[in-house]
């Protein structure tokens, strides 16, 4: 069902075009509550929220993984982060509710790059073959996102409080 908004009628029935300057208030609740229709938000093709709510997740995670990286947990803030991201500090806030929330998404974001590459250890496959991969893997994820290797060695510098 599509979301509804309330819009003024002037007295013929149309939106009123100047605001409040131009329309005559009704005098009792009834009548303006009689005043108003309910029309359809205008929105963007179905599903349009989910992908803005992904891309900002993602912005806002990899400037926490960079603000995180070059500053440690102490030394970030959410300001930071919300101008890195280039979004305002009250959306970073309502996808996480705190710094430490935001901090634990980071990691867990960079735990599960690593661990996705230990899908190699089958009982099937030559351990050090695997083990060979897996550091290449590695190797490769810290070449392409070297601040997630920077995060997650300060956290285990800090005897990985989180």
């Not at 963007?44 to 995670?61: F, K, M, P, T, Y």
């Not at 590695?138 to 601040?147: E, G």
Request: proline residues 6%; hydrophobic residues 45%; contains cysteine.
């Amino acid at each position: 069902m599509a979301k509804q908004r309330r819009v003024r009628k002037a007295a013929d029935g149309a939106p009123p075009k100047g605001g409040a300057a131009g329309a005559t208030a009704p005098a009792s609740a009834a009548a303006r509550a009689a005043s108003y229709v309910a029309a359809p938000i205008p929105l963007a093709a179905d599903g349009a929220r989910g992908v803005i709510r992904e891309n900002n997740e993602a912005r806002l995670l990899e400037a926490a993984e960079t603000v995180f990286a070059e500053r440690g947990f102490q030394g970030a803030t959410t300001a930071a982060i919300a101008t890195c991201a280039g979004l305002p500090k009250a959306n970073l806030h309502y996808y996480f509710r705190t710094k430490e929330a935001l901090y634990r998404a980071v990691l867990a974001n960079v735990l599960s790059l690593w661990l996705d590459e230990l899908d190699r250890f089958t009982p099937d496959r030559d351990p050090a073959e695997a083990v060979a991969e897996y550091v290449v893997a590695k190797m490769r994820w810290s070449r392409v996102r070297p601040n997630a290797s920077k995060v997650f060695a300060n956290e285990i510098l800090h005897g990985a409080p989180f």
